[in-house]
Structures are given as structure tokens and as C-alpha cells.
């Protein structure tokens, strides 16, 4: 073992090193002790998506924060797909997904990727000047137009 863990199974007397059950126990003492639920629920319910996580392992996150906020229960798909939507980096997003109304996590994970996917399809062609708003026509190659209708 490396690290804290190597540092936490030191501490433990000559006789018991080899013990495996102890070994195990010690180690879920230190480093996921009890009545961590309340810490787990609070992560779990506050937790955003950060500015680089991918929408996919931020989704992932969530479920596992859930697993270990309320272990033995299932977690209604209601309630993970509204922190997940609550956590989503900006608000276009958020309204995106909430008006596709999602029937599972999975469902928003997609919804939530392909409203990523589609901004930043956008952004590039925006710098590419290949899309834009005012000349809609020299967007796709074509000359300004000669005729005005007044």
C-alpha cells in the first residue's frame, strides 16, 4: 500500500497486520467512516457540473454521490434528473433540458450533450465567420445581393 493508507496500517499493532478482516475495517474506518450520509446527501444535492467536467462524468458523479448519500435505496429518476439539471453549467442548458422533460438521468445526460454539442458547433462557426447574423448571404459564399427590395 501506498500513502495515507500505508501511513493508517502502520498504526495498527504487529499482530493484527496480517489479519485481512482488520486490515479492511481499518481502512473504511479512516477513509469512509459512518455516518458520513449527511456529508454524502449535502455533496450530493449541491453538487455542479465544474467549467471543464464532461457533461457524461459529471452525470456519473451524481449517481455515485447518490449510491453513497442513501446506500440501500434506489433514487428516484425524478430526483436525479433535477439536481442533475439544477448542476448544469449555464442557463440555456438548464432550460433546455427542462423543457425536453427527461424521463431518466441517462435521457438528461443526452439531452444536456447535444445542447453542449450544438452551442459549440455554433461558437465555431460564429469565429469562422461562416454564420453571420447580419449578411446572412456572404455566410454562404454568395455576393451581396444587387437588387434592394425598399
Not at 455542479?48 to 467536467?53: A, Q
Not at 457524461?56 to 455515485?64: A, D, I, T, V
Amino acid at each position: 500500500m501506498i500513502g495515507d493508507a500505508r501511513s493508517v496500517l502502520s498504526d495498527l499493532p504487529k499482530a493484527k497486520e496480517d489479519d485481512y478482516l482488520t486490515l479492511v475495517e481499518t481502512l473504511i474506518q479512516r477513509f469512509d467512516p459512518e455516518g458520513r450520509e449527511s456529508k454524502y446527501s449535502s455533496d450530493f444535492l449541491e453538487r455542479c457540473c465544474g467549467p471543464k467536467e464532461d457533461l457524461n462524468e459529471y452525470g456519473h458523479q451524481l449517481r455515485k454521490l447518490a449510491r453513497k448519500a442513501y446506500p440501500g435505496l434506489v433514487i428516484p429518476d425524478q430526483i436525479m434528473i433535477d439536481v442533475f439539471i439544477k448542476g448544469l453549467p449555464e442557463e440555456d442548458m438548464i432550460k433546455h433540458v427542462s423543457l425536453a422533460q427527461p424521463q431518466t438521468l441517462e435521457e438528461a445526460i443526452q439531452i444536456a450533450i447535444r445542447c453542449d454539442t450544438f452551442k459549440k458547433r455554433r461558437k465555431q462557426l460564429k469565429e469562422a465567420n461562416y454564420y453571420n447574423y447580419n449578411t446572412p448571404h456572404r455566410a454562404l459564399g454568395n455576393p451581396e445581393p444587387q437588387h434592394r427590395i425598399p
